[in-house]
């Protein structure tokens, strides 16, 4: 990093005094094996910015001797620093709720009776449709907030509550109007195959077709999404469905993300493996055969447990069995306002280690460095390292396990995006 010549590049911000820094620093890749436990902690940590980029990290004797006199200074009091959460997997712009249908899980009514009779995605495609732009905005800035203050700064964004041409495209252009307008940094995903809508039930070809000749062409000539999905399950796109939706999206040069053996072992991990998209997401019932393909793939598992956990299930993704594979995993929160109404990626690093086993560091590289590769940017953010973007969060905590180990609560205490604030709340100075 220069400034112009003969000038000295001005130090904006300096965070001292860390318990502990979480760099996730290491090899220019995403994590695997024991390496996912790697965090690259600096005990009694600190950094230096300059700008939106981290000019230095290390110890805070070696840093505090290059501060120089007008820069700001924040003082973590003895509080971890680590990356900003990283969530790859997110439907964030939508209308309405369903908290009906939560009451009715409660009462025994599964998700698929629910969509059955109605409900479900198709429930929230019918609000969203009925809601303008600048709802839609509202609406997700009011999410946005939610996310910045459980420590994510970066989001993947799916549409596909409008399974129209003109809807699909409303949910886009809001993502990108959120992109701009708030410190919550979105990455834009186009899910027109989300499910088949009503009115195309005795018509799925003409859906399909409708997908691949209108709605996809649409969204790559206006630049509006990176990726494209499909949910890939027996009652919803098949394996068939899927390939030429996806086959089609990369024709048109988009990144493909799949939903795969969320509510059955339906092919879509073999499916993910065959067009080596970039990740295969849910992958709850994927069997060994599946593991074994998207390794040799090199497919990353995005893995949901916040949608196993509201829908009051017990079938957890053999995570343990996917990291023994050499598969670089992914945690994200699946937030949606159906089957994982969270955007706290802390409660998912619970939910991890308390069901799928995964150990804390784990799941610290699972939702930040990990997931930042698994959207293409891993060289931008995801760790605390010299050039990249200054994402960061301070939590209310001394040890980074006290993410996963007190859940139900907000740990940060700041959350910085391209080194401006982006949250803070008032905590006690003083550590218990």
């Known amino acids: 990093m220069t400034g112009a010549p003969g000038k000295p590049i001005r ?5 001292i005094n860390c318990s502990q820094l979480l760099t996730l620093a290491g090899a220019r890749r995403p994590r695997t094996g024991g390496d996912l436990r790697q965090l690259s902690i600096i005990e009694d940590g600190a950094l230096l910015l300059c700008g939106d980029r981290i000019e230095t990290v290390g110890r805070r004797r070696e840093i505090e001797s290059l501060i120089p006199e007008d820069c700001e200074v924040i003082d973590a009091g003895r509080r971890v620093v680590m990356p900003g959460f990283v969530d790859a997997h997110t439907h964030p712009v939508f209308a309405g709720i369903r908290a009906n249908e939560f009451e009715q899980r409660t009462t025994g009514a599964t998700y698929r009776e629910i969509a059955a ?14 809601a303008s732009l600048s709802d839609l905005v509202r609406i997700g800035k009011h999410y946005a907030e939610w996310f910045l203050r459980s420590g994510t700064t970066t989001i993947e964004a799916k549409s596909g509550y409008g399974l129209t041409i003109e809807d699909e495209l409303k949910i886009l252009h809001a993502i990108k109007q959120l992109n701009d307008e708030t410190q919550l940094r979105y990455v834009p995903t186009f899910l027109g195959a989300h499910d088949i809508p009503s009115e195309y039930k005795s018509r799925r070809a003409t859906y399909v077709n409708l997908i691949i000749n209108e709605m996809l062409p649409r969204v790559a000539e206006e630049r509006l999404a990176e990726y494209c999905d499909v949910f890939c399950e027996q009652d919803v796109f098949t394996t068939d469905e899927a390939w030429q939706i996806l086959s089609a999206a990369r024709c048109l040069g988009l990144g493909l993300r799949m939903h795969a053996d969320q509510l059955t072992l339906s092919g879509g991990a073999k499916l993910a493996a065959e067009l080596n998209t970039a990740t295969a997401d849910h992958l709850e019932h994927t069997d060994p055969t599946g593991i074994a393909a998207l390794k040799v793939a090199g497919v990353q598992p995005v893995l949901l447990p916040g949608s ?3 829908l009051g299930s017990k079938h957890y993704p053999a995570a343990r069995e996917m990291i023994d594979a050499g598969l670089a ?5 699946d937030f949606n306002p159906g089957s994982s109404p969270t955007p706290s990626i802390p409660m998912i690093l619970s939910l991890a280690c308390t069901q799928m086993k995964l150990t804390p560091a ?9 997931a930042a590769y698994s959207l293409g940017r891993g060289d931008e953010i995801g760790s605390l390292e010299k050039g990249k973007r200054a994402d960061f969060v301070i939590h209310d905590c001394e040890d980074y396990r006290e993410l996963a180990y007190f859940f139900g609560i907000e740990h940060p205490w700041r959350v910085f995006s391209s080194g401006k604030s982006a949250f803070s709340r008032s905590v006690s100075e003083a550590r218990p």
Request: proline share 0%.
């Open 329 to 333: 995993v992914v945690l994200a929160t």
């Open 362 to 370: 784990e799941a610290i590289t699972a939702s930040t460095i990990n």
């Open 117 to 130: 009779r109605g409900g479900g995605i198709r429930a929230t495609v019918r609000a969203t449709r009925n």
């Open 308 to 310: 196993v956990y509201a």
């Open 11 to 15: 130090k904006t911000l300096a965070v």
